[in-house]
């Protein structure tokens, strides 16, 4: 579980660096699709958590989808500030949040439902 935590925060640490280095050269291009990578990826890390891991059983799925969530809502606040000028604006902040949630709840349904 742990394992797949950690991969996951790494590729998150190796997308953030991409988007600097886009940043600082001003590959505009690059930066959009490293910034729509970072999207996806905290919006779906508790998912991305279960492709990478080990576990098996439903309910040690859950477990991990829960925990990759907890592990990735500074990411997703962090996110939001970023997509809100670098301010808490409305309605960045508040729908980056919401689409997180819904997507790690979403999967929690699914899991208890196939246990």
């Known amino acids: 579980m742990w394992r797949a935590i950690g991969l996951n925060l790494s590729l998150f640490g190796m997308l953030f660096l991409l988007h600097i280095v886009a940043a600082r050269f001003d590959a505009n291009t690059a930066f959009t699709v490293v910034a729509i990578l970072i999207t996806v990826h905290v919006l779906f890390f508790g998912p991305a958590c279960l492709v990478v891991s080990r576990v098996s059983s439903q ?3 859950r477990i991990l989808n829960r925990w990759g969530a907890l ?3 500074p990411l997703a606040l962090g996110l939001g500030w970023a997509y809100g000028g670098m301010a808490w604006s409305w309605p960045e902040w508040p729908l980056i949040l ?3 949630l819904a997507v790690h709840v ?3 349904r ?3 439902l196939s246990a």
């Open 98 to 100: 919401t689409a997180w």
């Open 106 to 108: 979403m999967m929690d």
């Open 59 to 61: 309910e040690h799925r």
């Open 110 to 112: 699914r899991l208890a």
């Open 71 to 73: 592990a990735s809502l």
